[in-house]
């Protein structure tokens, strides 16, 4: 095996034109991290995952991936009583044209804009360079947190511009506010242009936080879930919103969607909360917490001056 100063896995004589990972190269006083036996798939499989085309492939199959679940409980669990239990708005249904509608455009944006980019990038874009050690886990965490956070915040700005601007909503963002109930292929039910603005910080976040491949994938991965989460019209006890401090989740988004001038952020609560633009969200069962009953009544004070 051939190592580029030390640093990157480059070819070797497998079949798969992978790179063996042999920690006795190293020296004495280097610490593998915790990911290392899952980076080895990774360099095993190289000529794969160097590919300008593998980070495209792990964020579009996840989200494909990810609404399997979600869509799967929309129309099979559509009588479960535990699902409906969860659901935000247990009066509406998702339908069957409504999801059909969303799927459709889902795939014509895949073919007629991201296979496009891939077949661009394959032929512009350089392969990546491997590192041949994992990241440390404090550090794959703290970057993938860091390139959430980066992203969140695009999306926040994109949003607020897309929303108070009339041509822009009304020619860009509404499409993915046509739908009257909200449900996880909503998450890509998008303008061209909102596609290639959420793909462009979704790919930029983690290059600005200086991350490492593997965590770029990670942040993708994740990146992912939560869009199909915070689309996908449950409050389940195991989201993220019920156990992270100021994450708004799907309870915050689906209030946006009813209220389209209201929680921006995609994510986080923060910037929505400093500019006066967060509202409190209708937990599992249609339930309106006193905050939310709180914020209308202080919403109708205000429409009375």
Known sequence: MNLDSGAFCVQSSDNRGGCVFNASLLAPDVELSLLQPVWNLALENASYCRSPLFPIVVGVGSFFLFTIPFTVIDFAGRDWRWAKRYRIHPETAVTW????????????????????????????????????????????????????????????????VHHRNRWLYRNVHSVHHRSSVVHCWVSQYVHPWELFCVGLFGTAAPWVVGAHPMTCWGFMILNAFLGVE????????????????????????????????????????????????????????????????????????????
């Open 97 to 160: 044209p409504a999801v059909r509608g969303a799927v459709a455009l889902t795939l014509w944006n895949q073919v007629l804009y991201i296979l496009p980019v891939s077949v661009a990038q394959c032929v512009w874009t350089p392969d990546t360079d491997l590192p041949l050690l994992a990241p440390p886990l404090w550090q794959f965490l703290w970057h993938v947190v860091a390139s959430l956070v980066v992203y969140d915040f695009a999306i926040y700005v994109w949003h607020v």
């Open 230 to 305: 915070t689309h996908s019209g449950y409050d389940f006890p195991v989201m993220l919103h019920r156990w992270v401090p100021f994450f708004g989740g799907t309870v915050k988004h689906e209030m946006h969607h009813q209220r389209p001038l209201v929680n921006f952020q995609p994510y986080f609560t923060w910037f929505d909360l400093i500019t006066g633009t967060e509202c409190p969200g209708i937990l599992a069962g249609g339930v309106k917490p006193e905050s939310l009953l709180e914020w209308e009544e202080k919403e109708k004070r205000l429409k009375r001056k």
